[in-house]
DNA sequence: TCATTACCAACCTTTCAAGTAGGTTAATAT
DNA sequence: ATATTAACCTACTTGAAAGGTTGGTAATGA
């Protein structure tokens, strides 16, 4: 499993709050409505999409979140990077400096950097945008 | 992490024995040692190669294991799907007949399956012998 | 018959995803 | 001012799965 399910109910946070930007300020309460997810543990999920700065809170009444940046500035693989910690396939291609001794020996490794270039190139070439009701489906469709 | 390292140990085994196939049959103890695995969880990786018919082994002196066709009639995919048991990247694409409730009307579906068939194409379209020392790395070089 | 090697079943330990619970601070309408 | 709304914050629980270990049994060749 690459994605897990933080991942998901971010990337439909996104694409809910994508739907409702004319209405300014939506609450969180809504939006777990709509997308039947509990509201404490979607909490959870937008601090972190708050503190990678990809969409404001409003506090009190009339408060809720918006999007900072209009959908079509958000790439996929943008917002699955805050929720994720590592989209890498592999373990060898995590982090920065992960050390594994048989770096310069491995036979698979230059494989799973194509592996991770396939994935990487697919999600950050999809925006929140292309998700939307009012996108007909683009680059995406198999 | 889409692939856990039984699925990376069982690659490098099948490398391992690619690489050593004149030799008839490799004991695991030799191939625990060059690929610096512990025997016993790399037996427990085997067991399911064997299961899955792409190796097969000997019992007793002079025994061991050996790959049952040619290095370049396994494609990655083919063994790691032994060993991984799911290779999608969301969970919303396990097994056969997962029905998530939301799914005629879900936004991020079809994204996903075209995630998934993007990492499909890439492990089923490289071959062991894709890995091997003598070959010269070829399609999935970056 | 003994060393070798595959095969088999059960257990352990740590980590992490996924979710709960309960409280605190800020903004606004009345 | 004060009640209400809603974001923000910290800590805990629970279950499953990854990543192993331990201790055996069965076949085979020298």
């Given at each position: 499993?690459l994605?897990?399910?933080?991942?998901?109910y971010?990337?439909?946070?996104?694409?809910?709050l994508?739907?409702?930007?004319?209405?300014?300020y939506?609450?969180?309460?809504e939006?777990?409505?709509?997308?039947?997810?509990?509201?404490k543990?979607?909490?959870?999920?937008?601090?972190?999409?708050?503190k990678?700065?990809?969409?404001?809170?409003?506090?009190?009444k009339?408060?809720?979140?918006?999007?900072?940046?209009?959908?079509?500035?958000?790439?996929?693989?943008?917002?699955?990077?805050?929720?994720?910690?590592?989209?890498a396939?592999?373990?060898?291609?995590?982090?920065e400096?992960?050390?594994c001794?048989r770096?310069?020996?491995?036979?698979?490794?230059?494989?799973?950097?194509?592996?991770?270039k396939?994935?990487?190139d697919?999600?950050?070439?999809?925006?929140?945008a292309?998700?939307t009701?009012?996108d007909?489906?683009?680059?995406?469709?198999?």
């Open positions: 499993m994605i897990s399910t933080k991942g998901r971010a990337l439909r946070v996104m694409i809910d994508a739907e409702h930007r004319t209405e300014g939506v609450p969180l309460k939006v777990a409505e709509r997308q039947d997810i509990s509201e543990y979607l909490e959870s999920i937008i601090k972190l999409l708050v990678g700065k990809i969409l404001t809170g409003l506090r009190g009339g408060g809720g979140y918006r999007l900072t940046k209009s959908p079509e500035e958000y790439s996929v693989g943008a917002v699955l990077r805050l929720t994720e910690e590592s989209l396939p592999v373990a060898c291609l995590e982090g400096s992960v050390s001794p770096m310069s020996e491995c036979r698979t490794l230059p494989m799973w950097r194509g592996l991770d396939v994935i990487r697919y999600l950050d070439n999809i925006t929140v292309d998700l009701a009012s007909s489906g683009g680059n995406y469709v198999i």
